[in-house]
């Protein structure tokens, strides 16, 4: 089954520094998400992603975060000034076509443990 | 906004059958969904249901749902080490596009 990757699997930093978290998305799907789960939380949609622009994010994707898919191949998330609180497993997924189609699965990368000390 | 809860942990015996339990609020859910991960894994699609549907079974996975109490259940036959893992609960709704609503995940133990 074809799979989206993420790395680093991990990925520690200081506060205040700018971090930035990798993601290969299946070749041949068109709608990219970052979601976030901090320990012992939810799991949280930060963004979604189609046609090179935004097309939703939440409260959370505030002006430290942006998105960017540099390549044909990479799409990653970056945190220009991380804080304490963004300390999470960060996991990026992708689909084919939009939400509708249901039978569409949300393929999920297997995360990037983000910790900030 | 939407929520959807669930209980954190979950104990069964090998062979026996696990029940896991979501509740949500947004009663326009359009798809609910159950993810599996593994340790060190990605979230893995189990199985979804459409929302005008009561039950939905696959191999030893039964889905049901209770439209009016906005309960969604996940069962497991036949419980096995395998499964263990924690489990999602997810929701899509026409109001919230492309975003996914998670619930917290319910651990499962299965002991040997």
């Known amino acids: 089954e074809p799979e989206v990757t993420q790395t680093p699997s991990h990925q520690v930093t200081q506060m205040g520094q700018e971090v930035i978290l990798r993601c290969v998305p299946i070749?041949?799907?068109?709608?990219f998400y970052w979601y976030r789960q901090i320990l012992g939380q939810k799991v949280e949609f930060l963004v979604s992603f189609y046609n090179n622009e935004i097309s939703e994010k939440s409260e959370i994707f505030d002006d430290q975060f942006s998105v960017e898919r540099p390549d044909g191949s990479n799409f990653t998330l970056k945190i220009r000034s991380t804080k304490l609180e963004d300390s999470a497993m960060y996991f990026c997924?992708?689909?084919?076509?939009?939400?509708?189609?249901?039978?569409?699965?949300?393929?999920f990368g297997s995360g990037t443990q983000l910790s900030v000390l | 906004g939407e929520d959807v809860e669930q209980s954190l942990f979950l104990s069964v015996r090998e062979g026996d059958s696990s029940v896991i339990n979501c509740t949500y609020t947004?009663?326009?859910?359009?798809?609910l969904y159950w993810y599996k991960q593994e340790p060190g894994a990605g979230l893995q699609l189990l199985t979804y249901?459409?929302?005008?549907?009561d039950m939905k079974q696959d191999q030893r996975l039964t889905v049901l749902l209770n439209k009016k109490d906005k309960h969604l259940s996940l069962r497991i036959a036949d419980t096995q080490t395998g499964d263990s893992a924690i489990y999602f609960c997810a929701e899509s709704t026409p109001n919230t596009g492309n975003q996914f609503y998670f619930g917290t995940g319910t651990s499962l133990t299965v002991i040997p």
């Open positions: 070749s041949n799907h068109l709608y």
């Open positions: 249901i459409f929302s005008n549907m």
């Open positions: 997924a992708s689909r084919k076509k939009s939400w509708y189609a249901a039978n569409e699965k949300l393929f």
């Open positions: 947004d009663s326009s859910s359009t798809y």
